[in-house]
């Protein structure tokens, strides 16, 4: 049957649902699939239309994911290779995998079509888009991370950014086989976590950052209590002694919003042997490095930064935009005596992500803070 056929057949059958839709919502989530796939049988006879079994299990499909899930990204969102999603109009659809970028052959039905799928995101979370709140962040229910921009501030229609959450986070040899870092820096990392060094991982967006802090944390003693803080918890960590504590943005009313920074102080009390934040971006940075100051060491952190010099004048303006009024030779003291490495990770024109460089934190000298590169990735034991 020529595509027309098919979507003249799919309109019918979506208006044959709209009048079914409350005995469909009564179903429990197990059993709307088989629901489902029983009034598309019963369509199909009432209609006298004929199509191969191949046909009838790929409508079924649509069906289901128009329904049930999230319409034509259902088939992207099962591929655990794709790793970013970029919806940039409702016929243009972008997906990262491997490290690559390329279009796809999906689109949605129309821009409504589409606001219909971003209602269902943002829409359970209690969130909304529209004119007047044109932005808002967002997840799935696997976790992934959803940014979601409409009209007016966006000229092109509406935009959604979505990546892909891990289940599983490659291991310290899947890393080093796929040339993440050497063997060599791996040794001298682990040694460096044992030893309670404070680190930061700093980077680019999608240079692997949150890879790499989850393989630090994994070289954690097991008899450690771990307090970890992130926007979406995105660590997988495979010791027992773990409280995973994650922000809250605030409701429709403005209300209920719990930052970085609340969590870090509420943390402190909590008798963390160690505080890993999945990023700093502002204030909470003075909270984290009075953590790393005051009994927490062998804390673990990421920001975004292009090398150890940009990453520490970043700390300064983060703790500068704090509450607290401090002036700038403090701040650079207090960054001095928290931090010991900092670690660069990149990402290639390929795709592929690796540590660059590993710098040390070397105290103060004639009031500048003093960064030594060790060197990478073949770092010695």
Known sequence: MEERGLVAIK??????????????????????????????????????????????????????????????LESVLMDDTVTEIMINAYDQVYIERNGQVSMTDIAF???????????????????????????????????????????????????????RFRNIMPT????????????GAARFLMAAVKDKKN???????????????????????????????????????AQPHVVTLESRRPNIEGEGEVTIRDLVRNALRMRPDRIIVG??????????????NTGHEGSITTAHANS?????????VMVLTSDVDLPHGPVVEQIAAALDLVLQMERNADGTRRLTEISKIAGMKDGHLVVEEIGCPEVST
């Open 199 to 237: 680190i930061i991982v700093s980077g680019g967006t999608g240079s692997g950052k949150t890879t790499l802090l989850n393989m630090l944390a994994s070289f954690i003693a097991p008899q450690e209590r771990l307090v970890t803080i992130e926007d979406t918890a995105e660590l997988r960590l």
């Open 172 to 183: 310290v040899d899947e890393l080093i086989n796929n040339g993440t870092l050497s063997r």
């Open 308 to 316: 150890a010099r940009d990453l520490i004048k970043r700390l300064e």
């Open 109 to 163: 039905d129309g821009i409504d079509h589409l606001y219909l799928t971003i209602d269902r995101i943002v829409a359970p979370l209690g969130l909304r888009v529209d004119e007047s709140n044109p932005m808002v962040d967002a997840r799935l229910p696997d976790g992934s991370r959803v940014n979601v921009i409409i009209p007016p501030v966006s000229l092109s229609g509406p935009v959604v950014t979505i990546r």
């Open 279 to 292: 990023e700093v971006r502002g204030g909470e940075a003075l909270d984290m490095l009075q953590a790393m």
């Open 11 to 72: 309109e019918r059958f979506k208006q044959r649902l709209a009048g079914r839709s409350s005995e469909l919502a009564a179903r429990d989530l197990q059993e709307r699939p088989y629901y489902l796939a029983d009034l598309v049988k019963e369509f199909l006879k009432e209609e006298r239309i004929i199509l191969p079994d191949k046909t009838v299990r790929i409508l079924t499909d649509q069906f289901m994911n128009e329904v049930i899930g999230l319409g034509p």
